[in-house]
């Protein structure tokens, strides 16, 4: 059995879970997430926790039934705080703004690039370089920051590009005369 699997989940005071046979829903103050539990593994909800549990001492069920756990743990977290993700734009001219449902990037290219922004996400650009994106589902907020990175990812020589929030970018020396 897994030991991630074994632990309860919190429910706080602001958030619905409900089981319906596989489909576990999730309702709170920043939004609504839906998902399918894996084959083998079950819900509950037993006042303000909900546990997980598997119901095959398989090998797939075992590591299933940790990761239901952890995934319906993100569920909760995501709609009672929401996930949030950093991105810092680095070169000269390189800059963002938001743009109704767009987000427009300018990064040296000759055309400005627009990403469209996802429904239940929330991008704000502050200092036309610092890109905030807010959600309440973990996953999609990681695949917009990764979607958005991946239009200039930092070059190692000048450092120009797009980064996380504390990212390091190992660095390397230019040619020299000799």
Do not use: C
């Given at each position: 059995?897994?030991?991630?699997?074994?632990?309860?989940?919190?429910?706080?005071a602001k958030v619905k879970v409900a089981v319906?046979?596989?489909?576990?829903?999730?309702?709170?103050?920043?939004?609504?997430?839906?998902?399918?539990?894996?084959?083998?593994?079950?819900?509950?909800?037993?006042?303000?926790?909900?546990?997980?549990?598997?119901?095959?001492?398989?090998?797939?069920?075992?590591?299933?039934?940790?990761?239901?756990?952890?995934?319906?743990?993100?569920?909760?977290?995501?709609?009672?705080?929401?996930?949030?993700?950093?991105?810092?734009?680095?070169?000269?001219?390189?800059?963002?703004?938001?743009?109704?449902?767009?987000?427009?990037l300018s990064l040296g290219f000759s055309h400005?690039?627009?990403?469209?922004?996802?429904?239940?996400?929330?991008?704000?650009?502050?200092?036309?370089?610092?890109?905030?994106?807010?959600?309440?589902?973990?996953?999609?907020?990681?695949?917009?920051?990764?979607?958005?990175?991946?239009?200039?990812?930092?070059?190692?020589?000048?450092?120009?590009?797009?980064?996380?929030?504390?990212?390091?970018?190992?660095?390397?020396?230019?040619?020299?005369?000799?």
């Open positions: 059995m897994s030991r991630i699997g074994k632990k309860p989940i919190e429910i706080p319906e046979g596989r489909h576990v829903k999730v309702e709170g103050p920043k939004g609504r997430l839906d998902w399918e539990l894996p084959a083998k593994v079950v819900a509950k909800v037993d006042g303000t926790r909900v546990s997980i549990s598997s119901t095959d001492d398989a090998r797939d069920a075992k590591a299933k039934h940790g990761l239901a756990r952890s995934l319906v743990h993100n569920m909760v977290v995501g709609v009672s705080d929401g996930f949030q993700k950093k991105l810092e734009i680095q070169g000269v001219g390189f800059k963002a703004a938001v743009q109704g449902k767009n987000l427009n400005p690039i627009l990403f469209p922004i996802p429904a239940d996400i929330k991008i704000a650009v502050t200092e036309n370089t610092q890109i905030q994106i807010d959600g309440p589902d973990k996953q999609k907020v990681g695949e917009v920051a990764a979607s958005i990175r991946r239009y200039y990812p930092p070059e190692p020589y000048k450092g120009k590009g797009i980064r996380y929030a504390g990212e390091h970018v190992r660095r390397k020396e230019g040619k020299t005369v000799q």
